[in-house]
């Protein structure tokens, strides 16, 4: 079947590390999305990717860096410097990069701070 | 800025009733507004998108309005079902452009 694979599910980032979050998707989609929900708040865009070797900020991309080095990977890396990174983070794809097509989500990957 | 409300107050109702949720957005003019189910740690799942020029879609049970004089959009589920409870999203995005704007999402809860 095919879909959008989010690992792991939970994660555990302890003071001034960085941690990594994979996204895979087996959609042949183009575009890739990460979000990052918070409670009482609706998804936040952190970066997106329209095509392979390209991607762009979202609106809350300090501290975070994505690399999109194949079409089916999206990795969200959270870094030192996001200083409230405790959060349920969604990667999502469509099939282009416009704003009438769905997205698919993954199941998410929940951050916590040791 | 861009807004979208959501009622966050949970609606509770009894099984076979009609759920309507409500969605108001302000200071934008969306061309496609979108419906996603979220259940507890999981991610959304698309339900139905419609367009500016459409008043109402439906798809099974559930139908969606969208009003774009008043700027809100009414989410229906018939004959709800306990297996219907969950938050559902609404979701705002236009023309020419990538970006979609998410609500916080309604939380349902349907009674046996």
């Known amino acids: 079947d095919g879909g959008i694979t989010q690992s792991p599910k939970y994660l555990f980032r302890k003071e001034g590390q960085n941690v990594t979050l994979s996204c895979e998707q087996n959609l042949n989609h183009d575009a890739m999305y990460w979000y990052r929900q918070d409670p009482g708040q609706g998804l936040r865009l952190i970066y997106y990717?329209?095509?392979?070797?390209?991607?762009q900020k979202g609106d809350i991309a300090e501290g975070y860096s994505v690399s999109r080095e194949k079409k089916e990977s999206f990795p969200l890396t959270v870094t030192s410097a996001q200083k409230n990174p405790t959060a349920f983070y969604l990667c999502a794809s469509s099939l282009e990069g416009n704003s009438n097509q769905p997205q698919h989500f993954g199941d998410g990957t929940r951050l916590s701070i040791l | 800025s861009q807004k979208i409300e959501q009622n966050s107050e949970a609606l509770n109702i009894q099984e076979g009733k009609t759920a309507t949720l409500t969605c108001n957005y302000t200071n934008y003019s969306p061309a496609y507004l979108q419906w996603y189910r979220q259940d507890p740690g999981r991610g959304p799942v698309f339900l139905l998108l419609i367009r500016e020029n459409e008043k109402e879609k439906r798809k099974e049970r559930l139908k969606v309005t969208f009003d774009t004089t008043l700027k809100q959009s009414l989410f229906h589920i018939t004959a709800s079902q306990p297996a219907d409870s969950a938050t559902y999203l609404c979701a705002l995005s236009n023309t020419g452009g990538f970006k979609t704007i998410f609500g916080a999402g309604t939380r349902l809860f349907v009674k046996a």
């Open positions: 990717s329209q095509i392979v070797n390209d991607f």
